[in-house]
């Protein structure tokens, strides 16, 4: 019995070898027959592979939809034509693609009235393609993009519904240790070493804002200005030429005048107005001037000015009071200069250093 399952066994097993070895040979002679069947039908046996992700053929046809950009396709080369040329001897336009002189394929021939619909198709999609573009740049915003307010009391005061802001400038930061180490013996040892942080900012900014078409917005701020008012902030509201408001400003203002017994002020920080009543214009200012007009006479190469100061600002910690007594009745006993009004004569001091 035992003898006999091993035979059945190795039977069965030649059997499945035999299977084995002969399945590649039946699939072999069916790829053959196939690629045979296709060479005779005229079709390459590559042709038929398939890609998962296929890319589009070259359109040879001015009707069909152009060939969609995207980044797994290459560009077409630089030296890549097309071109539509009339041909007189069949009445006909010829639309060809060409790569330098190598034509790409076979021309694609227009009757006049299918020339006619492809050039008005052109015009069409060249028209929307313009006025896509010039909307697309006309919403485009910096780095801070227009909002739009809907109602229409927003309109009625500001002229629009839009409001925009522009930052220009630049802002540097800069940030720095500074350690010293002094090798005093004298000192004791926590002091000999400081550490100390140091920190610096340059700031150049320009802001201009727009908040519909009567409100505008301006400001202009330097770290490194010699001068304050170089810092300008300014807000201007603008009416319409039938308002009685004409204009507004608050901030930094200025009220020239052509006049020349009056001279017009710069540099002023306040709030400004233009009212028009018909042929009335009223111009007034409520500000705070910032600068200041001198006058300096020149003198053999030198500048001479009259100022006063005080004595007590003069030199400091040099003039003192001999007694609380002085002191009390100093404003008193000069009140009426130059006559001082005091019964004490002093005629001799005598001056101690310890």
Same mark, same amino acid.
């Given at each position: ?185 004298? @000192? ?7 550490? +100390? !942080? *140091? /920190?610096? %900012? ?5 802001? =201009? &804002? ?6 505008? @917005? ?7 200005? +010699? !001068? *304050? /008012?170089? %810092? ?5 509201? =603008? &009416? ?115």
């Amino acid at each position: 019995m035992p003898l006999r399952q091993f035979e059945k066994l190795l039977i069965l097993s030649a059997r499945l070898l035999i299977l084995i070895c002969l399945l590649p040979l039946s699939a072999f002679s069916q790829t053959t027959g196939d690629q045979s069947q296709n060479r005779q039908n005229g079709q390459d046996p590559d042709s038929l592979i398939r890609l998962r992700y296929p890319i589009p053929p070259l359109t040879t046809s001015p009707f069909q939809a152009p060939r969609l950009r995207s980044p797994l396709f290459l560009n077409d080369p630089k030296n890549y034509s097309s071109k539509i040329e009339y041909d007189p001897k069949s009445n006909e336009y010829r639309f060809e693609q060409n790569v330098g002189s190598l034509r790409l394929s076979e021309p694609y021939y227009l009757r006049q009235d299918q020339y006619r619909q492809y050039d008005l198709n052109r015009s069409v999609a060249d028209y929307w393609r313009q006025r896509l573009a010039g909307e697309n740049f006309s919403s485009q915003g910096g780095l801070i993009p227009k909002l739009h307010i809907g109602g229409e009391a927003f309109d009625r005061i500001f002229g629009s519904n839009t409001i925009s802001i522009n930052p220009q400038g630049s802002a540097e930061l800069i940030f720095g240790v500074q350690i010293n180490n002094n090798k005093n013996n004298n @000192l004791p040892e926590k002091v000999r070493r400081n550490t +100390t !942080f *140091d /920190f610096d %900012n340059k700031i150049m900014m320009n802001v =201009t &804002g727009q908040i519909g078409d009567k409100l505008e @917005l301006g400001i202009s701020y330097n770290t490194e200005a +010699t !001068f *304050d /008012f170089e %810092n300008r902030t300014k807000i201007a509201y =603008t &009416g319409k030429e039938d308002e009685i408001l004409k204009k507004v400003e608050a901030g930094n203002v200025n009220l020239p005048l052509s006049g020349s017994l009056i001279s017009g002020s710069q540099s002023l920080f306040g709030i400004k107005t233009e009212l028009q009543f018909g042929r009335l214009t009223i111009t007034s200012v409520f500000s705070q001037q910032e600068g200041k007009t001198q006058t300096i006479e020149v003198e053999g190469g030198g500048v001479s000015n009259e100022y006063e100061i005080r004595a007590d600002e003069y030199e400091s910690n040099k003039h003192f009071f001999l007694s609380q007594y002085f002191r009390d009745n100093y404003d008193q006993a000069l009140k009426n200069t130059p006559i001082i009004n005091s019964g004490i004569n002093i005629t001799k001091i005598e001056v101690w250093i310890t």
